[in-house]
């Protein structure tokens, strides 16, 4: 399978196995890099570098959402997750994941067609939230309903709050994922 | 299911609301702490503590965010006051914490 990934402002096709670790480039990207139309040209989605996963990434927990009412729940469920795993303490790591995690699957919800699954993945040092939604066709927009700059508010608290971020596509998912230290 | 939050309202005596929030803040909250807010403007100051607030992501942050625009449409004060830790965190880095007073 081959990922679509934009290093240095420029695509490339490479098959999977690329690794996680890879230095992301944090910079407004053109149109001209989203390669397939449906993956987010008039969003925020677009500022993020696509970067694939690790093939070696360890699943260490999956959910299911398929509504809102079901953020405050994960949020509980990913801390008591993060905390068993990890062996140190994690100082405010857990706020900000809990915030990440809920801004990526609101995201998801809202834009995407159900499930919407949000995995916890172990990659070396880094804990990884992965969220996926299934509808490549609807790319997430910038809702017209919605006050100015409350989508791009979303994007940069994740951006803040997470080492790093980035997104991908397999068949019939677009998943958008964020890194925390272990 | 029950809400992850509560928003309880008080009256001062000039017409102000406190709305005390309780819990988490999140899209499940937004439209009801919109609401609240707009309907305390009608009636004067509105100011939202959030000292028992747990959390509070960009979503409920438009809800404060409607707050100040409509408190300045009407020559309403508004203020958002007590976020501590997470929820005082994600107002300095969205960059509202100075907007929505001390």
Aim: net charge negative.
């Amino acid at each position: 399978m081959n990922y679509l990934i934009y290093f240095n402002g420029r695509r490339w096709d490479v098959p999977c196995g690329l690794g996680l670790g890879r230095p992301v480039i944090r910079r407004a990207w053109s149109d001209q890099c989203v390669d397939s139309s449906d993956l987010g040209k008039m969003d925020g989605m677009a500022l993020l570098p696509a970067s694939v996963p690790h093939s070696s990434a360890a699943v260490l927990r999956s959910w299911t959402l398929d509504g809102f009412q079901g953020l405050r729940g994960l949020r509980a469920a990913l801390r008591d997750t993060v905390a068993e795993t990890s062996g140190r303490d994690l100082g405010d790591v857990l706020d900000r994941m809990s915030v990440v995690v809920t801004e990526l699957a609101t995201n998801a919800l809202r834009h995407g067609l159900p499930p919407t699954v949000v995995r916890l993945l172990r990659v070396g040092n880094r804990l990884i939230i992965d969220v996926a939604d299934h509808d490549l066709a609807a790319a997430p927009r910038v809702d017209e309903d919605r006050p100015l700059g409350a989508g791009g508010l979303g994007l940069r608290l994740t951006r803040t709050f997470a080492i790093d971020v980035g997104w991908y596509a397999t068949d019939g998912a677009k998943h958008v994922w964020a890194s925390f230290p272990s | 299911m029950a809400n992850s939050y509560k928003i309880g309202q008080e009256r001062a005596a000039d017409g102000a609301t406190f709305l005390r929030i309780t819990g988490e803040l999140d899209i499940t909250a937004r439209d009801d702490l919109r609401e609240a807010i707009l309907a305390g403007l009608g009636d004067g100051d509105v100011i939202v503590d959030l000292d028992a607030a747990t959390f509070l992501d960009s979503e409920a942050l438009g809800a404060l965010i409607d707050g100040y625009h409509a408190a300045r449409d009407r020559t309403a004060g508004f203020r958002v006051v007590n976020a501590r830790g997470m929820v005082a965190r994600v107002l300095l880095v969205s960059g509202v914490l100075d907007l929505f007073g001390p």
